[in-house]
């Protein structure tokens, strides 16, 4: 079975563009969330998605969103970039029908960079 | 609020030695804890979970974990390392209530021949 897959691996933005990142979960999996890594930094939680609603977001302005399709992929928008932004940002899945001690599995992640 | 702290930056170990890397919680109610590795430009793979039961936690490529209630750790580790070791290791644990996971800062694993 394919893991979960992110698009595109690489890109290059300029300021105060917008940027649209995809993810597919793994097959069975309903669950999506969105991570930023920062060079040298920890993941940070983004947002979680399961069956097409928000369940959760972290600290990060407005100008951050996603939203879950009926087949459970994701999008990941983020509008104005700023410098700031240039980071790794990686799509995980899980299947919330595992319980409490679910393991999300993550993508390569799509590599930003804002110049 | 739930953290986890890895508290070195790096740790050198020689090819053929047992390692450990060290994580440390703190959270309200049962942790739920986890152990992901990353290579140079890819995503973070499994290694290793702790949800309850046995504290001793077998994962892949020969990583268990040992988790202690009383001191808050649940430290990561090898009884023999290999130079393809050599990675980036991040300790997480989940906020209880969500499904979000909060992750350390990262040890640096290095692995010498």
């Known amino acids: 079975d394919a893991g979960v897959t992110q698009s595109p691996t690489h890109l290059i933005k300029t300021r105060g563009q917008q940027v649209t990142l995809r993810c597919s979960p793994i097959s069975g999996h309903k669950s999506v969330s969105w991570y930023q890594q920062v060079l040298g930094q920890g993941p940070q939680f983004i947002f979680q998605y399961y069956e097409k609603e928000e369940r959760g977001r972290g600290n990060f302005p407005d100008r951050f969103s996603a939203r879950q399709f009926p087949n459970y992929s994701s999008e990941l928008n983020v509008n104005a970039l700023l410098l700031g932004d240039s980071a790794l940002y990686l799509c995980a899945s899980t299947d919330v029908g595992q319980g409490a001690g679910n393991t999300i599995y993550f993508g390569e992640g799509s590599w930003l960079t804002v110049v | 609020a739930q953290s986890v702290a890895q508290p070195e930056d790096q740790v050198n170990v020689a090819e053929g030695n047992p390692l450990t890397v060290k994580c440390t919680y703190s959270?309200?109610?049962?942790?739920?804890l986890f152990w992901y590795v990353q290579y140079p430009n890819r995503g973070l793979q499994f290694l290793l979970k702790?949800?309850?039961?046995?504290?001793l936690v077998k994962g892949s490529y020969g990583f268990e974990a040992e988790f202690n209630k009383s001191q808050t750790s649940f430290h990561l580790k090898k009884p023999s390392a290999l130079v393809s070791d050599s990675a980036l290791y991040f300790c997480a644990v989940r906020d209880p209530g969500t499904y979000k996971y909060i992750f350390g800062t990262g040890t640096r694993l290095k692995v010498l021949a």
């Open positions: 702790y949800i309850t039961g046995d504290n």
């Open positions: 959270v309200s109610g049962n942790p739920y």
